[in-house]
């Protein structure tokens, strides 16, 4: 037996063992988990929209000393509330994503295809055993098998990738939904303080200086809501875009340069 066939056994056993691996049950706990921290952000995106929305069709008027004055929070949150828009919109794609490996994961553990494979890995190691050294003529049946096994293969491999790269950037995540929790938080206090005031706002001198420490606070908040914002959008894109098209390419790369001679 030459070192050629024998390594085409080897490699027809390893098939047949996957094929009997359950990969739905290893793998999509890391699928949910990863959709259950999309949807998470997503909520938390959407619920800022909405605050935002409706501090964008406020105007709080402000007359010292006979002179008016309108301010317009929603313009200081313009930048934050269109980045968010983009934000849900991959958050969107993210979760669909997750929701076609999982599909796809399910797909791979039926039984019909799991036989498929297992019946291909038998008839490729008797037709390797059987026939002598130099006359096995069923190279494209071992070629289909690693094929079969290597797609297979590819999405349990893409969750365990991006899971680990997920885990990996949690710190900075958390920080990033940390800093739109706060400026949620505070564009929705100043939304109640506008509904709970009576009789017009901000008549007297006082009044002024708390909306310009609001404004001022808020347009902190905004500042820094952006560049969470921005982690959040480049963490996502390349979890959940990037990393699914990157493996694709690395799949057609691998399936390409096979060759049973």
């Known amino acids: 037996m030459s070192l050629r066939q024998k390594s085409a056994i080897a490699m027809a056993l390893i098939c047949l063992i996957i094929a009997c ?107 390797l055993i059987l026939k002598p050294a130099g006359h096995f003529s069923g190279q494209w049946l071992l070629k289909t098998l690693v094929i079969l096994t290597v797609l297979r293969l590819t999405v349990p491999v893409l969750a365990l990738v991006s899971h680990g790269t997920q885990q990996w950037l949690q710190t900075e ?20 303080s506008y509904q709970q005031e009576s009789g017009g706002w901000f008549n007297n001198l006082r009044d002024k200086i708390d909306i310009q420490a609001r404004l001022s606070q808020i347009k902190n908040r905004a500042e820094q809501g952006v560049e969470a914002a921005v982690y959040l959008l480049a963490e996502f894109v390349l979890i959940m875009l990037l990393l699914p098209l990157l493996f694709v390419w690395l799949v057609l790369r691998i399936i390409g340069a096979l060759h049973f001679r």
């Open 21 to 127: 691996l359950p990969m739905e049950q290893a793998f999509a706990g890391q699928l949910t988990q990863m959709l259950k921290v999309t949807l998470t952000v997503y909520a938390l995106a959407r619920g800022l929209n909405a605050v935002i929305s409706v501090a964008q069709g406020t105007e709080m008027s402000i007359e010292p000393m006979g002179l008016g004055l309108t301010l317009t929070p929603g313009e200081i949150l313009d930048p934050l509330n269109d980045l968010i828009e983009q934000v849900s919109s991959v958050l969107l794609l993210a979760s669909a994503s997750i929701g076609v490996q999982k599909i796809i994961l399910m797909l791979s553990d039926h039984l019909l295809i799991q036989l498929l494979l297992v019946l291909l890995a038998i008839l490729v190691l008797l037709l």
């Open 173 to 192: 995540r958390q920080q990033a939904v940390s800093v739109l929790q706060s400026a949620q938080g505070s564009v929705d206090q100043l939304n109640e």
